[in-house]
């Protein structure tokens, strides 16, 4: 298979397989509650360790990407996901609940950075914005289909039916990848290009890093509380889970358009910030409105928008022989963030006495992204003009 946008549709499908997994905890965080006896804040450890492998490993993940292959790795990496998700499904114990989300998590460190960078090898120069927000509209596809097909089966047949409905997911996702995925010939031909990144541009890409990390900590706090959210205020599971999925069945619309809006504009800076902003009024809003249907409709609408242009800022700045270890050091920022970030945002809730409060402190994440996306601009101005033109 050579037609790039084919090969993007593959990831998209086997990416998507990782978001499914994420959302497990939180799309039947009450019946977790019920049978290990946790709370919010537990319930946001749970979350948060699917990111914690990624605070040491996305770095070298992106050189052993390099060393052994972009999609051996990948392969192996869903393997680690699909050994985490039985794990969790045979455990009766909390402590196997955070060990097999530890597992698993350590297998979608290696997909995240290494598939962000096969679309990046794919479309570099040349609608990178459209193909990243059509990329990472896996994860609030993933997101939502969790969300719509996992609570039933969790009240109908227990929490381990719902982590093995996930695993068969990612088994099929796996099939899909060796099937359907080639390499660019472009990099198979650089793969000696040079691999070393100077300070400034590896400063610029753990700023870009931090960028993607608030933005999803700030878009984690919806599917993360928002079921509890509704919960508390007396709605079902089921109801509160397929509700909170409009807001990701929307971003499935808004993610494109704001790459398609930022490419052709021309102004991805624009987009980004008008994105982000507007997204953190919203959830200050959702947070205390009665109206929650149709908040969480402009949620949806909004909350896609930057999404693309924050994901094609690496590209800005990496080249060929450089994005292994770039992305590796975009990604370790991400997940030592996104690690924290979902506690954070669990012990605020808890601390605050509602799980609406993570709300607010996702708002407050999105308005600094505006803030890092300066220091981005201030870091590359004096980068020299080849590594700067690449987007």
Known sequence: MRNRWSILSVLFLVRATMAFQFQSVAAVAPLLGQEFNAGLADTGVLIGLYFAPGAVLALPGGIIGRRFGDKTTVLFGLALMLGGGVLMALSASWAGQMTGRLVAGTGGVLLNVLMTKMVTDWFAGREISTAMAFFVNSWPAGLAVSLLVLPPIGVAYGVSAVYLAVTTLIALGTLALVALYDAPTVVVAGAHARTSLDRKTAAAAITAGMIWCLYNVGFAM??????????????????????????????????????????????????????????????????????????????????????????????????????????????????????????????????????????????????????????????????????????
Do not use: K, Q
């Not at 808890?350 to 870091?379: E, N, P, Q, S, Y």
């Open 222 to 391: 919806i599917f993360s509380f928002g079921p509890s959210m509704l919960v508390e205020r007396g709605w079902s599971v089921t109801a509160a889970g397929s509700t909170t999925s409009i807001v990701l069945w929307l971003a499935a619309l808004s993610v494109p358009l704001g790459g398609f809006l930022a490419d052709r504009s021309n102004r991805p800076d624009f987009v980004l910030v008008a994105g982000c902003v507007t997204f953190a009024m919203l959830l200050v809003l959702a947070s205390r409105t009665v109206e929650v249907i149709p908040t969480f409709v402009l949620l949806g609408m909004v909350c896609g928008l930057a999404a693309g242009p924050i994901l094609s800022v690496p590209a800005r700045v990496l080249e060929p022989g450089t994005r292994a270890v770039g992305m590796g050091l975009f990604y370790t920022v991400y997940y030592v963030g996104m690690m924290f970030g979902a506690a954070l945002g669990g012990r605020y809730a808890t601390w605050a006495g509602t799980a609406g409060a993570a709300f607010d402190f996702g708002a407050a994440m999105l308005i600094a992204c505006t803030l890092f996306l300066w220091i981005f601009h201030r870091i590359t101005e004096t980068l020299p003009l080849p590594a700067r033109s690449l987007s």
